[in-house]
Nanobody
Framework: QVHLVESGGGSVQPGGSLRLSCAVSGLSDIYHATGWFRQAPGKEREGISCIRSIDNYEVYADSVKGRFTISRVKANDTVYLQMNRLKPEDTAVYYC?????????????????WGQGTQVTVPS
């Protein structure tokens, strides 16, 4: 059974930083990829970052490249998203996601697993 539990959302002023965490269970010994999607009000879900378990290869959407950093600590099966220089357009519900047995191309096309989501708000 795979479970993804996010934490760390909140409200921050433009230019500030937040770090999201995702506790992952059920995938530690399996080739997989984990990452983050987000959904802003009235918009479609957007894949923004991914990290591959086999070698920690990272992928970023253009909208967050250079501002967000994904990382993974295998020892505690946790994936992090460090978000810097936040903008009002980053306001969204952020979802931790995972794909089983595949890499980041598959995850960004459509994850197998989703967390419950955590709200990030950057007021204008």
């Amino acid at each position: 059974q795979v479970h993804l539990v996010e934490s760390g959302g909140g409200s921050v002023q433009p230019g500030g930083s937040l770090r999201l965490s995702c506790a992952v269970s059920g995938l530690s010994d399996i080739y997989h990829a984990t990452g983050w999607f987000r959904q802003a009000p009235g918009k479609e879900r957007e894949g923004i970052s991914c990290i591959r378990s086999i070698d920690n290869y990272e992928v970023y959407a253009d909208s967050v490249k250079g501002r967000f950093t994904i990382s993974r600590v295998k020892a505690n099966d946790t994936v992090y998203l460090q978000m810097n220089r936040l903008k009002p357009e980053d306001t969204a519900v952020y979802y931790c996601t995972a794909v089983y047995g595949e890499g980041c191309n598959a995850l960004m096309a459509g994850p197998d697993y989703w967390g419950q989501g955590t709200q990030v708000t950057v007021p204008s």
